[in-house]
């Protein structure tokens, strides 16, 4: 089981920028994945970012593609989220997660492909 702590999150105005970062504690394999979801009141939780541990391969979803960014550092056990040209649709809560499942392929982009999950942090876009 691996340990997610979330921070960052904050209020900006539409077109600023915040990175968030996901501190992971615990036993972390390279065949890991990890993501970043969100979930906006009254919506289901929508998957945004994910990031290979090993190889560093990134899969967006459309709606942040050229906007956000993952990135992790092995060394520290951090994951990062840069957004960039922040939206008031991008308000929500933000959670990390773990994905522990050996040989995935690709990735999944739903919330019961992952096994361990942040407490999440919040991000409120102002316009």
């Known amino acids: 089981q691996v340990q997610l702590v979330e921070s960052g999150g904050g209020l900006v105005q539409a077109g600023d920028s915040l990175r968030l970062s996901c501190a992971a504690a615990?036993?972390?394999?390279?065949?890991?994945?990890m993501a970043w979801f969100r979930q906006a009141p009254g919506k289901e939780r929508e998957f945004v970012a994910a990031?290979?541990?090993?190889?560093?391969?990134?899969y967006y979803a459309d709606s942040v593609k050229g906007r956000f960014t993952i990135s992790r550092d092995n060394a520290k056990k951090m994951v990062y989220l840069q957004m960039n040209s922040l939206k008031p649709e991008d308000t929500a809560v933000y959670y990390c997660?773990?994905?522990?499942?050996?040989?995935?392929?690709?990735?999944?982009?739903?919330?019961?492909?992952?096994?361990?999950w942040g407490q999440g942090t919040q991000v409120t876009v102002s316009s």
């Open positions: 997660a773990a994905d522990r499942t050996l040989r995935r392929v690709g990735y999944s982009g739903s919330f019961d492909g992952y096994d361990d």
């Open positions: 615990g036993p972390i394999f390279s065949y890991y994945i």
């Open positions: 990031i290979r541990w090993s190889g560093g391969n990134t």
